[in-house]
């Protein structure tokens, strides 16, 4: 059986079709166009490429492929009251209309949820859905630690523990990337920017009740910038603040002996690679997987029908 997933994030159109006889998975994605020294697009402009770039992203993906049994798609950031961002309208309303014309359930989650499936396909534990299990889901709308519990209609229900409280990870990486003279999404070339520097400076997180604060490490990094520090110190620095206020995360707020990593900041080898280093259990999605993509929206609607 076929399933296809659809996400429409505020930096990616993708699609994905899961085929549940061969545990395969064909993906597709674009990002959405950005404009240099831009961080990002406006909602409005989200919803007019997604749009656009839909109807590709989806034949891409679907290839010869047909016989779709069900639809799963990311209609909110997180599973909670009041999630909403209107570029996620343009995959809900794709996937509506395909689950009329071809009479076939469409499943609802959220963008979190959908990240954290993709991680547990891309290192094969699918069976952490029905356990309990903590998850960092790091990217440029999250810095969350979460409690996932097994749901019955959720799948996953994922209770925030703890989150950072004022910047995301994700927006560090990118303010700080443009800051530099990069492309937006940053991530791919700060990490290759920041392999020429070193860990020259303290390192200092300050938290707001047990939560890290991350405008403090931008401020810093406008100053250092300033004061002609090289840009692969400054980026060594904010990919290490990130690495450091992560690691207090786990060791104040992880209750689980299993930790799942998921999001796009995560494909970065310089913030694994520490972590790695911690103890429990840690499961680290793979590289395409980590930032925003369908994979798991089509997961969640092959175990909606299935469970």
Same mark, same amino acid.
Request: glycine share 6%.
């Given at each position: 059986m076929l399933y296809l997933g659809l996400d429409t994030s505020n930096y990616t159109t993708s699609a994905a079709v899961y085929d549940s006889e061969t545990g395969q998975v064909y993906m597709a994605g674009k990002l959405l166009p950005v404009k240099p020294g831009e961080l990002g697009v406006r909602q409005s402009d989200a919803l007019f490429h997604h749009t656009v770039q839909l109807p590709g992203v989806v034949a891409e993906a679907m290839g010869v492929r047909e016989n779709i049994a069900a639809v799963g798609v990311s209609s909110r950031p997180r599973n909670i009251e009041g999630s909403y961002m209107p570029c996620f309208l343009a995959g809900v309303t794709a996937a509506e209309i395909l689950g009329s014309v071809s009479k076939i359930p469409v499943h609802k989650t959220s963008h979190q949820v959908g990240h954290i499936l993709a991680a547990l396909y891309s290192v094969g534990r699918h069976d952490l859905v029905n356990t309990k299990f903590n998850a960092?889901? $790091?990217?440029g709308g999250t810095t969350d630690m979460l409690l996932c519990t097994p749901d019955e209609d959720e799948i996953i229900r994922c209770e925030i523990v703890a989150a950072s409280a004022d910047l995301k990870a994700g927006q560090l990486v990118d303010r700080v990337g443009v800051?530099?003279?990069?492309?937006f999404p940053c991530g791919p070339e700060l990490e290759k920017l920041a392999t020429g520097g070193d860990s020259l400076i303290k390192i200092d997180v300050p938290t707001k009740n047990g939560n890290p604060c991350f405008s403090g490490a931008e401020n810093k990094c406008r100053k250092m910038l300033e004061d002609n520090v090289p840009p692969s110190i400054i980026a060594h620095y904010a990919l290490e603040?990130?690495?450091?206020?992560?690691?207090?995360?786990?060791a104040f707020h992880a209750?689980?002996?299993? $930790?799942?990593?998921?999001g796009g900041v995560m494909s970065n080898r310089m913030i694994r690679e520490?972590?790695?280093?911690?103890?429990?259990e840690k499961l680290f999605a793979a590289p395409g997987y980590s930032s925003d993509n369908a994979v798991g929206a089509a997961i969640y609607a092959y175990l909606k029908e299935t469970k």
């Open positions: 960092l889901h $790091i990217s800051m530099l003279g990069l492309k603040y990130i690495e450091t206020a992560l690691m207090k995360m786990i209750s689980c002996d299993t $930790i799942v990593f998921a520490s972590l790695e280093k911690m103890g429990r």
